[in-house]
Structure formats: C-alpha cells, structure tokens
C-alpha cells in the first residue's frame, strides 16, 4: 500500500472566505510522485505537469490536485463529505499502485478534450435519454466525468460507430472511486 497515514485539513478557500464549500487537502508521509504516470495513463481528463511534479483532474465539479505529499480537492459541502472524497482518492492512489504491472505509465502531458470536440462527436439529436436536456450538456458533464459515455445510448446504434470509437480514442474512461 503505498498511502498508510495522512492528516487531513478542511478549510473555506481563502479566496472565498465565509462560502458554505469547503477546499480539503490530505497530507501524506509519502511520496506518492510514482504513481503520477499510472494515473496519467487511466484517469480520464488527467493533466499530468511532469516539471511541476504533479497531476491535476476535475471529477465532478471537484478540482483534484495530486502534489508529491498532499492531495487536494476542491468544492466539498462539508467535513464529512471531505473525508469520503478524500479518502476516495487515497484509495484510488493505493489501487492504482498495486496495479501498475498491468498498466503502460505515460508521462506525457495531454490536453483536456473540449466539451465541444467531445459534442461534435455525439449525435445532436437532443433526445434527453441521458437525462440532460441537450447534447452539449452531456458533452459538458463527461469532461468532468459526471457522465460516462454508455450514458448516451443512440451512441452504440450503427451509424454513430466511427464516432464512438473516436470519443473513446480522446475520452479514458475513469474508475470507479471510493
Ligand atoms: S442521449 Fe446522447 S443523443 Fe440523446 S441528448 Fe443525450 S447526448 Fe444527446
């Protein structure tokens, strides 16, 4: 296990004093900068600063910032929702730690695909069978993986095939969390 003990801090942003949301950062005693390129290679939206020695991702309206000895996340109603959060993400660390024999580390730094690239790849039918009222409401929600792309059924019907596997080429699916 790679994360056994950390500290954690929850605090009002100090751009945003007296806001009802809460930014939270876990504090390791290890360094946690191997596990970067395994997570650079499975998360999806991951931007990975390789000089700056950390990885940032956005997962449902949290902004993520993995550093060598902290993990930080953003926009968390409360305490305990900051714990669950956090110790979500610690969890993913260790997992995708002990996995790292199976998957191929990539330490490049990717750009996030743009909710309208990803909207210029779905159907644009508006049909609201994911539960969004439109198709760049859902292109919106699965760059910040809100939404996954089996969420848009028509996708999987023929004639959307080329550009489903052209969304699964910019979009990696991201595991589960927590
Ligand atoms: S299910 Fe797909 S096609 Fe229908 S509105 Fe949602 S994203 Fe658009």
Redesign the pocket.
Known sequence: MLIEHYDLEVFTPPCDPGSERFAATARLTTDISGVFPYLNATLRGAVYLREANALTWKKGGHNIAFHAFEISTSNVEDRAAAEKELKGLIDLVNRTWERRDEITPDAETHQRPTPMAIYKL??????????????YT??LKLTTSQKKIA?????FEPQYAGKLAELREIIIEAPAIG
């Open positions: 779905l159907p644009q039918t508006n049909c609201k069978q994911c539960g969004e009222p439109t198709c859902f292109a969420d848009c059924q028509p996708m």
